[in-house]
Nanobody, 126 residues
Framework: QVQLVESGGVLVQAGGSLRLSCAAS????????IGWFRQAPGKEREFVVV????????YEADSVKGRFIISRDNTKNTVYLQMNRLKPEDTAVYYC???????????????????WGQGTQVTVSS
């Protein structure tokens, strides 16, 4: 069992930066690939970025490529999402999720994830 808690969401101006955190409980945190998804008002939840259980591999959506960086510290049971050059279209509730490390790390579908956090709101003003 893994419990996830996101934090760091705030109101920020376009062009700014923000770092989200995803803190996990449970001794098996390092056995999970961790992904970030987001959901904007009136839209479907979409994949943002994923990091493999060991931190060696990452994969991001085209919409955030070159701007968002995911990292993890397994000693702290925490995953970070560094968001740079933010745009108004990045406004959304951001969720982190945990998927068992089995299989390819590029898990981009919601059903591939077993545990979800409650989300944190990111608002980017123009």
């Amino acid at each position: 069992q893994v419990q996830l808690v996101e934090s760091g969401g705030v109101l920020v101006q376009a062009g700014g930066s923000l770092r989200l955190s995803c803190a996990a409980s449970g001794r098996t945190f390092s056995s999970y690939d961790i992904g970030w998804f987001r959901q904007a008002p009136g839209k479907e939840r979409e994949f943002v970025v994923v990091i493999s259980w060991d931190g060696d591999y990452t994969y991001e959506a085209d919409s955030v490529k070159g701007r968002f960086i995911i990292s993890r510290d397994n000693t702290k049971n925490t995953v970070y999402l560094q968001m740079n050059r933010l745009k108004p279209e990045d406004t959304a509730v951001y969720y982190c999720a945990a998927a068992n490390m089995g299989g390819w790390y590029r898990k981009t579908f919601q059903h591939q994830y077993e545990y979800w956090g409650q989300g944190t709101q990111v608002t980017v003003s123009s």
